[in-house]
């Protein structure tokens, strides 16, 4: 992959001028909002393109891109397939009211009520994963009569008002007072178990203990747990067998609904369609964005006939002027031809035990990686400063990131510098699997040495 030298080429801003990195960096300055989830500083890289596993900086300099955009672009970027839709699209209806059925949002219904697993059946789309996450809790409330909502201490359901209240991973200081009624659990987080534990020895003490204190914190209006299947932005942490099953019937025993959020995992990611589907554990809502539209903006709340039937009498409103859009649905059914007629969850676990196999390599030869987990699509490495302790080593992830960025990678950096997350595209080549494990070796070593010089 050639990388253009930095400053050498300039990117176009309006009437065909073009600007470098410096003046773009320079108008944010005046009229960006610095605030985002990863990055709170004037700085480059600033992007003007992408392509499959690639995305361009106005420099002209290539980075993979292994977090897929905002895990968005997992089906590559400009996929032709997504572009095509979005074209018919705007030669036909890219807007309607969301009072009244359209023909792409009723026929994306069907395409997804197909293949979510039974008893599932019935949508409503919306924006973000944030929005689909808010319209499952309501309807949870709506259903049940309750408003008490738990959530694992992981977990990570978006950064609205009321899903930042059940996002328990981070982001909340300063933000408070959170939603009225939500709770946390704590997580099945078996390399930091959170009460000393090891499993299976431990019968999931976690989960046990977790309900008994959220039982004695109730009002007696228990409406559902949310969680994720594999908790994403959390630290790529995996549940433990069973795990899933025992907060099931949790839940059954209160009379509570259960939420899977899998907007990070669903559609293929994991290496089947949904990750729940791994465990054979159906949960009564399950709420899907990211790669969903392709790039495009567009999330589901997917339930059961039933529920629909119940809420839908009670009177439920959930929705905003852009709901079931023609457009981004338009979007989400190209998705849904692509993911299914080239089989991406198979893709999904070929890619995810290539690039394992580069991860598993990499561990043996650097120490400060004391755990690699994660599947398909999903995968991180947790960082240590020795590995007997675990201690975390905050620090090697915030260096790693900036020595990849710089050769080339983009990541993601998650539970404040000890776990570097990767999310590469369906379609990722071994060549550029290998390129990406190169640049993060030669990554590793130069921020390890950086951080024993400082000391």
């Known amino acids: 992959m050639m990388t253009k030298p930095t400053g050498t080429t ?4 309006p009437q065909g001028e073009t600007r470098t990195e410096a003046q773009w960096l320079e108008i944010a300055r005046e009229y960006s909002f610095r605030g985002r989830m990863d990055k709170g500083s004037f700085s480059g890289p600033v992007l003007s393109e992408g392509r499959g596993s690639v995305v361009r900086d106005v420099n002209g300099k290539e980075y993979l891109d292994y ?3 905002q895990m968005c672009s997992a089906l590559g970027h400009s996929n032709p397939t997504i572009v095509e839709a979005i074209k018919e699209s705007c030669d036909t209806l890219i ?3 969301s009072s009244y059925f359209n023909v792409k949002e009723i026929e994306l219904a069907r395409r997804l009520g197909e293949i979510a697993p039974p008893p599932l059946k019935k949508s409503m789309f919306l924006g973000s994963g944030s929005d689909s996450n808010e319209a499952a809790v309501a309807i949870a409330k709506k259903y049940t009569g309750g408003f008490e909502v ?3 201490h992981v977990s990570f359901h978006g950064m609205s008002e009321a899903s930042r209240s059940l996002t328990f991973a981070g982001w909340h200081q300063g933000y408070g007072p959170m939603t009225p009624g939500t709770y946390a659990i704590m997580a099945p987080y078996c390399y930091r178990c959170p009460i000393g534990l090891t499993f299976p020895k431990c019968e999931l003490a976690c989960l046990k203990g977790s309900m008994e204190v959220l039982d004695a914190q109730s009002t007696g209006s228990l409406a559902a747990v949310i969680t994720e299947p594999l908790f994403s932005a959390g630290g790529v942490i995996e549940p433990p067998s069973g795990w899933l099953g025992a907060l099931k019937r949790a839940c059954r025993e209160r009379d509570m609904l259960l939420i899977f959020d899998e907007s990070q995992t669903g559609l293929g990611k994991l290496g089947s369609m949904f990750a729940c589907e791994q465990e054979g554990v159906i949960p009564d809502l399950l709420s899907i964005a990211k790669h969903f539209g392709g790039g495009i903006e567009i999330s589901a709340v997917i339930t059961t006939a039933e529920i629909e039937e119940v809420v839908a009498q009670r009177g439920l409103v959930v929705g905003h002027s852009h709901t079931n859009d023609p457009l981004p649905c338009n979007a989400a059914i190209a998705s849904l031809d692509v993911i299914v007629g080239d089989n991406l969850p198979e893709r999904a676990r070929e890619v995810g ?16 990686i004391g755990d690699v987990r ?6 991180g490495i947790e960082l240590v400063r020795d590995r007997h302790s675990r201690a975390p080593y905050f620090e090697a992830g915030k260096a790693i990131s900036r ?3 710089t050769g080339g990678l983009l990541l993601s950096v998650r539970r404040n510098g000890s776990v570097l997350r990767f999310v590469p595209p369906f379609y990722s080549t071994h060549a550029e699997l290998d390129r990406a494990a190169d640049i993060l070796d030669r990554g590793i070593t130069a921020a390890v040495e950086e951080l024993s010089r400082a000391r």
């Open 10 to 13: 300039t990117a176009a801003g």
């Open 67 to 69: 977090n897929s955009g």
């Open 95 to 97: 807007h309607a009211s």
């Open 150 to 152: 738990a959530s694992p």
């Open 353 to 368: 035990k290539y690039w394992r196999s580069h991860l598993e390599t990499l561990a043996v030869e650097h120490e400060v």
């Open 374 to 379: 994660g599947r398909g699509l999903i995968q």
């Open 403 to 405: 020595h990849c960025l």
